[in-house]
């Protein structure tokens, strides 16, 4: 005989219904993690747990030597790059903290957020760490540091970040679908765009470095930093993927449209960057090579949206074979193990909250 449930059971099943109802973007502050709606965030974090570095391994000595081998392009090259990484991840540690963290309503995913913000700082380290021995000179630093303000093409940038990614830093709820919407396009912004373009643009020019032998420590803090923005561009599109089967009409032709603009808007912004980079072109680096290799790389980022490619041009760095576009797309499917730091004491993530 099958007993009726009592009040108490009644009201916890009444509770686990309404959660599982709740959709990724619908306002609140959802805090507990039993039962977990969204378990693949949990193990994202738990995957991020495993890849922990710090600045203080990158050793920079050779890098200071090599920097005196340098052209005076190559050195204007460098010099633009360390003003880029100074600002970057700047704009993304505020729109983690501003944006995403507010908005994605899952104490899963936001336990990831929390540790791509820690990433961020070590990275905002890192940048800071190649600033001061790149730049002995404190003038030179200051006006790395502010290169919104002084350096065209940065500036640039930082106003495609803030046109797509600012209009919903205001918004406390997504109320309405618009309002989701523009969450969205912020979002993709961020990860596409910022994360997935204009970042690896650098690593490609850092990369090319290593090639020929030069600013070793450059690349092997840049591994890392390619590591995390490999995991956290994975999870941002995680995200779209999850409101896309939740809510499949906010993905509509003109959201679609958008994007694929945006892209565009994308690419010509790191385009410009790199013809203050390149100049004239430098051995095995140009404009021409770079715009190929940025297309290739925006294709990419729109075909993991479900959009159709825009650019048809393929990947024109052999040096980039390991690290190039293909590899990152294959990358997303594997969980990184090549730097892990062990952990001293008792860690228990297999406990129930």
Known sequence: MTTAPDAPEKAQQAERTEKAEKNLLDPGFELTLRPMRYPDFYERYRDAIKNTWTVEEVDLHSDVSDLAKLSPGEQHMIGRLVAF???????????????????????????????????????????????????????????????????????????????WMDSVEKLDRLETKADRRRFLLNLICFAACIEGLFFYGAFAYVYWFRSRGLLHGLATGTNWVFRDETMHMSFAFEVVDTVRKEEPELFDEELRQQVTDMMREAVEAELQFGRDLCGEGLPGMNTESMRQYLECVADQRLQRLGLAPVYGSENPFSFMELQGVQELTNFFERRPSAYQVAVEGTVDLDEDF
């Open 85 to 163: 990484f100074a600002t970057g991840d700047s704009i993304v540690s505020n729109n983690l903290v501003l944006t995403l963290y507010k908005h994605i309503n899952s104490p899963e995913a936001r336990l990831y957020l929390s540790r791509q913000l820690f990433e961020e700082a070590v990275h905002v380290q890192f940048y800071l760490t190649l600033l001061d021995t790149y730049l002995p000179d404190p003038a030179d630093r200051a006006a790395a540091f502010d290169a919104v303000e002084n350096i065209p093409s940065i500036r640039e940038k930082a106003e495609f970040c803030f046109k």
